[in-house]
């Protein structure tokens, strides 16, 4: 299994998280690789890029990709990586994509349906594990206090006072 993140704190933050869980968890990026070996691999998506056109023999034995924040395949200067990855992995390999954020769920996964030639299933939820409030911070200046004001309360109201 291989699990992709957009940028390396993610990944170096995953691979503390999974190497407490799981035990036999590696992390590979630009400047790191700590046990290259083990059955679940955390690296960058561009990682994982170069491994597939440099022909890595992990790919030959991989089952699973996870890619965590797939939304970047929206970004414009780095979103291609995503997407050569998914057309570039073999048939073999089944794909989970994570994002709270990707637009367009339902039409991205038919995409990967029919590049990858397999059903796709879009699991979806509203609810949030950690509530969103909005504050307003005003100390940017050696004229204003550092305050911090809460703007919007997690049930989604507004303060008007305060």
Known sequence: T???SPIKALSNQKFRDFKNTFGDVGLLTGDVQLSPESSCLIMTTEILR??????SEVIRDLEWVIFDEVHY???AERGVVWEEVLIMLPEHVSI????ATVPNAVEFSEWIGRIKKRPIYVISTIKRPVPLEHYLYTGNSTKTQKELFLLLDSTGNFLTKG
């Open 2 to 4: 291989i699990y992709t």
């Open 50 to 55: 170069s491994m597939l056109y440099n022909g």
């Open 73 to 75: 395949i929206n970004d």
């Open 96 to 99: 989970i994509l994570l994002s």
